[in-house]
């Protein structure tokens, strides 16, 4: 609206201004206002017809010009109109419509002037053809490449979204569904044993009891960097295996450590925890009545391996859930690999993870 109603203002007051400091020009008159008006206020709705704009003033402009109306810069009105039809539709479109409204002058001139001699101040009609559709083009390109720099970061910020998010629901899994299953196993021993052997059962409460706080300062922690977004939480580590460990051991399980990790890179170290703590949760959970685990950890130049191993009767191939869904996330994100599956005796979950800077 802004710009129509400049448009209007500059070209009735320099039309206005010619009439009456130039010599020769005709003088202004209703019918020239009007018609200049009329021709202006079209550039209302250019952005949504403007191809029919670009014609209807291209016509308008020639018009007033032959009809010996005063001289002015009506044509910067078909100039606009042509500047949004490149833009809008493409130098194609443009280049076509207005070789079409040039020819349309050529023929009228032709008839007009019975002379097929086009005349040399004419020839700045191409020029500024050809001026008007490169500008356009340029600044309809340079809109595209905003919109796909525009694009291409928004893709990459969901990207980054998706990510945190299941970063997150893999952490949240990873405490909650441990620490449930042992809650779970301690929580039936108590019931099994609280009227023949209470003291059991009280050393079964007092492990729910730790349980429970660990898995509420994991969870805590977690949440505080959903509120915060900042990655405040401690990294789990290795180095806090022996506490999934004696879990295990705690619902009855007897569980073999062989090897050692060493000093690992905290995004392997870390994803190699969460990995043990599912592998024995489900161990806990799934497994058919389980009497032990075997905890591997090999160490060569250049990799790391983790295998947890029970012997688990009847064992088959499991549905991908979650927790196994989630440890192979873990491996793929770091460049390793992570196969889950039945073995003689059990199952098996085995994880090789890369450590870059070592051969």
């Known amino acids: 609206m802004a710009r129509t109603v400049v448009v209007t203002g500059f070209v009735l007051g320099a039309t206005s201004g010619a009439s009456r400091w130039q010599t020769g020009t005709p003088p202004m008159t209703p019918l020239a206002g009007v018609w200049l008006v009329a021709t202006t206020l079209t550039l209302l709705v250019v952005h949504r017809f403007p191809l029919t704009l670009f014609l209807l003033t291209a016509a308008s402009a020639f018009g007033y010009y032959a009809a010996g109306m005063p001289g002015g810069p009506i044509i910067i009105v078909p100039t606009i109109a042509l500047f949004m039809l490149t833009k809008l539709r493409g130098p194609v479109t443009a280049g076509i419509a207005g070789a079409a409204a040039l020819a ?48 291409q970061a928004d893709e990459h910020r969901h990207r980054l979204a998706e990510q945190e998010r299941l970063r997150i629901a893999r952490e949240v899994h990873d405490v909650v569904a441990h620490s449930l299953a042992m809650i779970n196993v301690q929580a039936g021993v108590a019931a099994h044993v609280a009227d023949r052997r209470p003291e059991q ?77 599912e592998s024995l949760t489900n161990v806990v959970r799934h497994a058919d009545q389980p009497k032990r685990v075997d905890v591997r950890f090999e160490r060569k130049p250049g990799s790391f391996t983790l295998r947890v191993r029970d012997d688990g009767r009847g064992t088959a191939q499991p549905t991908k859930g979650h927790g196994l869904r989630g440890m192979s996330e873990r491996a793929t994100a770091l460049g390793g690999q992570c196969t889950a599956g039945p073995v003689d005796g059990g199952f098996e979950v085995r994880v090789d993870l890369p450590i870059e800077g070592e051969a």
């Open 104 to 151: 349309v002058a050529y023929v009228a001139h032709v008839i007009s002037s019975g002379s097929f001699v086009i005349q040399i101040g004419s020839w700045f009609l191409v020029v500024w053809l050809v001026a008007v559709i490169g500008v356009g083009t340029a600044v309809r390109y340079q809109y595209a490449a905003n919109a796909a720099r525009r694009e």
């Open 201 to 277: 059962a009280k050393e079964a409460l007092l492990n729910i009891k730790s349980a429970s706080a660990s898995a509420l300062k994991d969870l805590r922690a977690t949440l505080a960097v959903l509120r915060s977004g900042e990655d405040k939480a401690p990294a789990p580590s290795l180095a806090q295996a022996a506490e999934l460990l004696a879990h295990a051991r705690d619902a009855g399980l007897e569980v073999d450590v062989h090897g050692e990790a060493g000093d690992l890179p905290a995004p392997v170290d870390a994803a190699a925890y969460r990995i043990l703590q």
